[in-house]
């Protein structure tokens, strides 16, 4: 009988306005840290909101634009224990909502009009631009869907691997924050005006934040032939659509639901086996009303004693990042056994069903063997990632 | 894996209408939703499919295109420039700078509530979607999955597109852009009453490959490695492939006179899409059943110059 390759993470990376790696990303988290800061990068005076988690950064000599250097550091520090990456059987697999705006908005804006070359400004870019960092010749794929987009791809990268397609692929999410976006959320009066606090009862919105996140995805057998340190498995990815509305998301959170199902399905799971979540967590009233119910729906009896992390107060919401972000700090949590606590997060609504982990890192009685990774976005797709301990 | 089968399709072109119950939904599109949208709800239609009350949670959306949401982009990006104070935006503008827009509308005005995802992979973005929906209904993650690819092109990416072919020297003279959506219904074969193997199906799916080549002879030859491996596979009574087509315009020596003549006319990631979508609308009016001694194998490849291929195999039920 023909069996299904297994899944492993061999390597991550991420950059955040918590510091340069993973290292800075993981000790921040842990120490309930946030780098939520006055933006500076463009000026707010027009906006609502004046506060993002920016990493200290500028574009690259190349014009390499922000979430392209972001993504190299990433990838790059993911693959750092596998310098022979690249062939036919490697694949890159990347998720962005706003890869390529940057450099279109300004050749829109150009004077003369649109003078020069058209920007190579389309989404698609980035992932081409890691393939040909690191010579893979297998899949290439960009996935873009919305705040859901990291998670995707990591589902997608994981995919390939179950299917033959490939036997290791980088695998994550890369965005950069612009005016472009900052407005179009103030618009829509979505940003906090202090910080983001994910299920907090006073919680007035999200905050925007840069960030990348990749994971090396490999095939269980290969990677143990090589001797690679094995951080965790993929075992389940899942999609559901809300079917309910553009921008506010379900109130009870059916499509959250269903990509959670799907998930745990794939995975050979059900939902008593989860042992920690890693929630979507913005911070605006809609989204974590939204997650409270899916969550508690999925959970059932659990979901009071089940911890749960959201990373948005201390990263902010790194759009195409968030989901591979979060799926790193899945990991980290299985291999760690310690639960972050939620920065922003000091008191959750009474009758909240779920355990928001605040104020200090949490290491359970009983081992975090299953971690489930939840991602919600405009258009109605979520995105849930199962990942369990090595 | 379950056999699956392409059940219905529909094109969209520029200036399309919509059903009147969509009027409203298709005023707050942009020209890539309009387009993508345009062609989903066609080609679910055809299929003979009734639009749900509920939610069908096996039922998805999958979208695969270069530009996506850009003419969005571009009015979100106009309006941000001329605005004093943020309330000088459109929120329901910003709301459709996500490329998953299409997976959105049509998951509401369908009711399909299950995969929803949205591939940006450049001119192989389409077919991409085509294979990763193939999955997904393979797999059993769904049951049906709308198919679509879009371009929406507004003065903005026309001007563009005339920049950029400068690059493609003389291949690109004369190369059209052209505004397009496509659209087919993947079903699976097993199911209820009313399910594909009742119905007169065009096509089945039979096998898909992407891979990421930018050396155009390397990856001429791995594409013809893959349509090997499909001729020696075989597909039940199915002969060895009838037909490549090139999908994509030619900018380079790819397949070097394999294929049937590539288009003169640049459809992005909605390219093989395109294709497929036009060649089971031909076919539909005469086709005969699934179980006919009569099927072709047809190959349609998709090639991005900055390295990408996407190429499906599709067995067409036709004389």
């Keep these: 009988m023909e069996t299904v390759p297994r899944v492993v993470v061999t390597g991550m990376g991420a950059e955040t306005a918590l510091g340069h790696g993973l290292h800075a990303f993981w000790e921040g988290v842990l120490l309930g840290r946030s780098g939520i800061r006055p933006v500076t990068r463009f000026d707010t005076r027009r906006f609502h909101a004046h506060d993002a988690a920016l990493i200290d950064r500028e574009r690259g000599p190349d014009g390499a634009a922000l979430e392209t250097l972001f993504a190299r550091d990433a990838a790059d520090e993911a693959l750092a224990t596998c310098p022979d990456f690249g062939g036919g059987a490697a694949g890159v697999a990347v998720g962005t909502t706003l890869a390529g705006n940057d450099a279109l908005t300004e050749w829109l804006a150009s004077r003369p009009a649109r003078a020069g070359a058209p920007p190579r400004s389309e989404a698609g870019a980035l992932s081409r631009e890691l393939a040909e960092r690191y010579g893979a010749r297998g899949p290439v794929s960009t996935v873009s869907v919305a705040c859901a987009s990291g998670a995707a791809a990591v589902g997608l990268g994981a995919e390939w691997i179950r299917e033959g397609r490939a036997t290791r692929v980088l695998a994550g999410g890369a965005d950069a924050i612009s005016p472009f976006v900052f407005s179009g959320f103030d618009a829509l009066r979505a940003l906090s005006t202090s910080v983001a606090r994910p299920f907090d009862v006073a919680r007035d919105g999200l905050t925007l934040g840069d960030g990348a996140g990749f994971l090396l995805l490999e095939e269980e057998n290969r990677a143990r032939r090589r001797g690679a340190v094995i951080l965790a498995r993929v075992t389940g990815y899942g999609s559901g659509s809300d079917a309910h509305h553009m921008t506010r998301p379900d109130p009870e959170g059916r499509g959250l639901r269903r990509a959670v199902a799907s998930a745990l399905v794939q995975a050979g799971r059900v939902s008593s086996d989860v042992d920690f979540v890693s929630a979507h967590g913005t911070g605006t009233t809609f989204n974590d009303a939204m997650e409270e119910a899916a969550l508690a729906h999925v959970l059932g009896a659990k979901a009071r004693s089940v911890p749960v992390n959201g990373i948005k107060g201390a990263i902010g919401h790194t759009l195409g990042a968030a989901g591979a972000l979060e799926a790193v700090l899945s990991v980290l949590v299985l291999a760690s056994q310690r639960v972050p606590p939620t920065a922003g997060h000091t008191r959750s609504r009474p009758d909240s069903p779920l355990r928001i982990v605040s104020g200090a890192p949490f290491s359970p009685e009983n081992p975090i063997a299953v971690a489930l990774s939840t991602s919600s976005a405009f258009g109605g797709t979520n995105a849930a990632l199962v990942l369990e301990r090595a | ?319």
């Design chain 2, 1 to 319: 894996m379950r056999p699956l089968f392409l059940v219905s399709a529909a094109l969209a072109a520029e200036g399309g209408s919509g059903a009147p119950e969509d009027a409203n939904r298709l005023r707050r599109m942009d020209r890539f939703g309009r387009t993508g949208f345009l062609a989903g709800t066609r080609a679910f239609s055809a299929s003979g499919a009734s639009r749900s009350r509920g939610t069908d949670p096996r039922g998805g959306v999958i979208v695969g295109t270069r530009h996506g949401c850009r003419p969005a982009i571009t009015e979100h990006a106009a309006r941000l420039a001329a605005a004093a104070r943020v309330e000088d935006l459109a929120p329901s503008v910003f709301a459709s700078t996500v490329h998953n827009s299409v997976n959105g509308e049509l998951a509401m005005a369908l009711g399909l509530g299950g995969v929803s995802e949205t591939i940006v992979s450049g001119r192989s973005a389409g077919l991409e979607a085509l294979i990763l929906g193939a999955r997904r209904v393979a797999t059993g993650d769904a049951d049906r999955v709308l198919v679509v690819a879009a371009e929406g092109v507004d003065d903005a990416m026309r001007e563009a597109w005339e920049k950029e072919k400068l690059a493609f020297g003389e291949r690109a003279a004369g190369v059209e852009l052209v505004e397009t959506g496509a659209a087919v219904l993947l079903e699976a074969k097993e199911g209820e009453e009313g399910s594909a193997s009742e119905k007169r199906i065009p096509a089945r799916y039979v096998s898909g490959t992407l891979f990421f080549e930018p050396d155009a002879r390397r990856a001429s030859a791995r594409f013809f490695e893959w349509m090997r491996q499909i001729a020696a596979q075989g597909s039940g009574e199915a002969e060895p492939p009838a037909e490549v087509l090139l999908c994509t315009p030619e900018y380079e020596d790819f397949l070097e006179g394999e294929e049937r003549d590539a288009p003169r006319i640049e459809r992005f990631g909605a390219a093989g899409m395109f294709e497929i979508a036009r060649d089971i609308a031909r076919i539909a009016p005469t086709m005969p059943s699934p179980h006919s001694p009569s099927k072709k194998i047809h190959l349609y490849v998709t090639r991005d110059v900055t390295g990408a291929v996407a190429a499906v195999a599709i067995e067409f039920f036709s004389s």
